[in-house]
């Protein structure tokens, strides 16, 4: 129609692998919001998965946003968000190129390793673990003097948990390095263009439950959207996560603390603008920062949130914020809901699961996703990072959902065809020139999972 205002146009940068892709963009759809994709493929081989998106390389981001700028000389871009780590600070370079409400690039960068974001958090005064780093031609013997016991030894750019180890004493540090530089010097990982893959951080490990914070920034100000418990304790040697509710359970007062700690990181951290994904380890009422992202919590769990009278999901709430349409302001439901990321009991490959039909029948249970595909392989952690699928739950009160998730988790029955090789310690990923058939059946653009 002539004279009508073009749509706004929404630019989703995330990991070709990402489970979240797809509904972010319903979302914007829904909303009269055209969508454009960049994901670190193969560009060598062009439109491979059939979304026309953008071919980046997250770990060289003013590149990444050079192409971006490129593209919005040709269709204009309202909003760039960030689905998962590695596109956080090329959504930062792109946003600052083009004008775009973000965070700045500084900010991001904090963000990049997890152990910049230390020192940051560390030399602004914030509660963060004893920490060093070391390099893995470094003689393990020359380390182990300055290793605090019990510690936990982590990659300084991974997610999802993956590659976090603890260890107690001499020999469990010596072990834990061996596997976690397995894990990052495996084919799949050397050929993902990460960065910083060559070091490990090692931290005090920090007794006591575990928290997350979802959040969304506007101008610096932090709102809090939820704080999710962690109901199962996360004690090691490996932390895969399972359980996340909300509303907390934690006293008010002990919540304050964490929406301070919070905020207060996020101003060390020279973050502004968008989502917030953080997590917190409560030590005798004090929040310890374990990490800060800025994007939204992965895999399917941004389901586990609704707000408004419309019950919009989170999708929408961050893509109204991003876009400045009305309504990101709404606030969370009353009813408390929750998830479960379907741990993986071993690393095999995944024939079936039975028991879906009893395990949705549950009482207060939603939704039940299985999102790993028949006949793939699976890792269990620590060199694992995707779930097997996701469980949703609803009812009046926390302990209700946590009851019913654990139930309908207890229904299902997983059967593996197989054991993976031990030589194996990293999953196989599409690369370039794969197959167009490996995408998972999840998402058609990317799936990336927390």
């Not at 003097?145 to 993956?162: D, E, G, N």
């Not at 409560?282 to 374990?290: A, D, M, N, R, S």
Request: net charge neutral; hydrophobic share 45%.
């Amino acid at each position: 129609m002539a004279g009508a205002s073009q749509p706004k146009r929404l630019l989703i940068l995330s990991s070709k692998l990402g489970y979240q892709s797809r509904s972010f963009a319903e979302a914007a759809r829904r909303l009269g919001a055209e969508v454009a994709f960049g994901t670190d493929r193969c560009r060598k081989v062009d439109n491979l998965w059939g979304d026309g998106a953008l071919a980046l390389r997250f770990e060289n981001p003013e590149a990444a946003a050079e192409a971006v700028a490129r593209l919005a000389s040709e269709t204009p871009i309202d909003a760039v968000l960030a689905l998962g780590d590695q596109p956080t600070l090329a959504a930062a370079h792109a946003a600052a190129r083009l004008g775009l409400t973000g965070n700045p690039v500084e900010g991001a960068w904090n963000c990049r390793t997890k152990l910049r974001q230390r020192q940051v958090l560390r030399a602004a005064g914030l509660p963060v673990p004893e920490f060093f780093a070391f390099r893995l031609d470094e003689l393990l013997e020359e380390i182990l003097p300055r290793v605090p016991f019990p510690c936990v030894v982590k990659p300084l750019t991974l997610s999802a948990s993956q590659g976090v180890v603890r260890a107690d004493n001499p020999a469990a540090f010596t072990a834990a390095v061996g596997r976690v530089r397995a894990l990052i010097q495996s084919p799949p990982l050397t050929s993902s263009h990460r960065t910083d893959l060559d070091r490990l951080l090692v931290e005090s490990y920090i007794p006591g439950r575990e928290v997350a914070v979802e959040g969304l920034m506007t101008a610096g100000r932090l709102r809090v959207l939820a704080v999710f418990d962690k109901p199962d304790p996360l004690e090691g040697p490996f932390f895969e996560e399972t359980i996340y509710v909300t509303p907390s359970r934690l006293p008010a007062e002990v919540q304050s603390a964490i929406a301070d700690c919070a905020a207060r990181s996020v101003a060390a951290l020279g973050l502004t603008d968008g989502p917030l994904h953080a997590e917190f380890r409560i030590q005798e009422g004090k929040p310890w920062v374990l990490e800060l992202q800025p994007r939204p919590i992965g895999g399917l769990c941004a389901r586990a949130l609704r707000f408004g009278p419309d019950r919009i999901g989170l999708e929408e709430l961050l893509v109204r914020h991003a876009l400045g349409f009305p309504g990101a302001g709404a606030e969370r439901e009353v009813e408390a809901s929750g998830v479960m990321m379907i741990p993986v009991p071993r690393s095999g490959i995944f024939d079936c699961v039975d028991g879906l039909d009893e395990a949705r029948a549950t009482p207060a249970v939603t939704e039940i996703e299985i999102t790993a595909r028949r006949h793939d392989p699976v890792l269990a952690w620590p060199e694992g990072s995707s779930y097997l699928g996701f469980i949703f739950a609803r009812a009046q009160d926390p302990a209700r959902v946590e009851q019913a998730l654990r139930q309908a988790h207890a229904r299902l029955r997983f059967v593996f065809s197989s054991e993976l090789p031990v030589e194996h310690p990293a999953a196989p990923r599409a690369g370039c020139g794969e197959s167009p058939r490996r995408r998972p059946a999840a998402a058609k653009g990317s799936r990336a999972r927390r």
